[in-house]
DNA sequence: GCGACAG
DNA sequence: ATCTTGTCGC
């Protein structure tokens, strides 16, 4: 039984840095790497420091200034008199050792024994366990309706969109919703950042139509792309429809992961380039012809529509 | 230089 | 993803 909730919730991975970041020592530093690979994944070292940069609500006084990158570069400062001086001077006031703008002696000054959850581990785990129960079968033609959905942000707030239309292109719905994340961007957990966004949109989880989202299904590192994640949450059809690769080797049309394949190359019903790869309930070669077929790609219909309601509404 | 990571 | 400026094609 996979827990619907902790999909479904807004993690708030802010407050898991802030705490972090406050447990570092005067006189000591951490690393954007070190304090991702304590959350479980390395793969959020660019997340750790947009986050520290970000202007975002702070219940305390987060010491920015103690983290630097990995090799001993102090790197940028956004906080008060902020820059590169300004974080060397509170850095060098806390008796941190600095020569030629670098931290000295890593293996002494660098923090790494934090107290944290290990958030994005359990996350990576749920999405292991989510993969088995993903379904490659059903055909995508046999659908009335199909949903495009994406997603428009300005910071941390989110403007959903989903637009319906038949076989022929016809639109059908359209909708929208809003919500706030405090999860941000890392490779291989959109699904964490974009859930709710989309859950936002169903009033119910309709059997009679294939949801098409921005993103990859299969084409993912443990297989439960955040289609897979929308796709058995909310126990409905879904197919993947990505812009670009996450991961995976392409040969002759088709994205392989260890001689698997699962995900392939079409052209839109514009002609446009896009990476298809299941999410649950449909087969890869029908997902493939379906999205290939509609004159107009629902998922991009529903990008011009949150675009267009962000704007009107921020 | 390599590897390169959805949105 | 978003921002911003510049360029191309209709």
Redesign the pocket.
């Known amino acids: 039984m996979i827990d619907r909730d902790f999909h479904l919730r807004d993690h708030d991975l802010y407050r898991y840095i802030f705490d972090m970041a406050v447990q570092i020592p005067t006189g000591m530093v951490s690393t954007y790497g070190t304090m991702a690979r304590s959350l479980g994944d390395q793969?959020a070292s660019?997340a750790v420091g947009m986050m520290l940069a970000a202007d975002h609500a702070r219940p305390f006084k987060v010491p920015c200034h103690r983290v630097i990158y990995s090799d001993g570069r102090t790197g940028w400062y956004t906080g008060a008199g902020k820059g590169e001086e300004r974080k060397r001077e509170l850095l060098l006031s806390e008796g941190v050792p600095i020569s030629d703008g670098r931290v000295l002696d890593l293996e002494r000054t660098v923090f790494k024994d934090f107290r944290v959850d290990p958030i994005l581990t359990r996350m990576a785990d749920s999405q292991r366990e989510l993969a088995p129960l993903v379904s490659e079968h059903g055909d995508a033609m046999r659908f009335e309706r199909i949903a495009g959905l994406?997603?428009?942000?300005?910071g941390d707030r989110a403007?959903s969109a989903m637009v319906t239309v038949n076989r022929d292109g016809k639109v059908l719905e359209e909708k929208t919703a809003r919500c706030q994340v405090n999860f941000?961007?890392?490779?291989?957990?959109?699904?964490f950042?974009?859930m709710r966004p989309y859950s936002s949109l169903l009033n119910k989880a309709r059997q009679d139509t294939l949801y098409l989202i921005?993103?990859?299904?299969r084409?993912?590192p443990r297989r439960a792309?955040?289609?897979c994640q929308f796709g058995v949450v909310h126990g409905i059809a879904v197919g993947?429809v990505?812009?670009?690769?996450?991961?995976g080797s392409m040969e002759t049309g088709s994205l392989y992961i260890e001689n698997e394949e699962v995900g392939r190359v079409i052209k839109d019903g514009q002609g446009r380039e896009r990476?298809i790869s299941v999410g649950n309930r449909v087969d890869l070669t029908s997902l493939c012809s379906l999205v290939s077929s509609i004159s107009h790609n629902p998922t991009t219909l529903a990008?011009d529509l949150?675009?267009r309601y962000?704007k009107g509404r921020s």
């Open positions: 793969a660019r994406d997603v428009s942000y300005d403007f941000p961007y890392v490779p291989g957990y959109l699904g950042r974009e921005d993103g990859h299904g084409a993912h792309g955040i289609a993947g990505a812009k670009s690769v996450l991961t990476f990008h949150c675009t962000r």
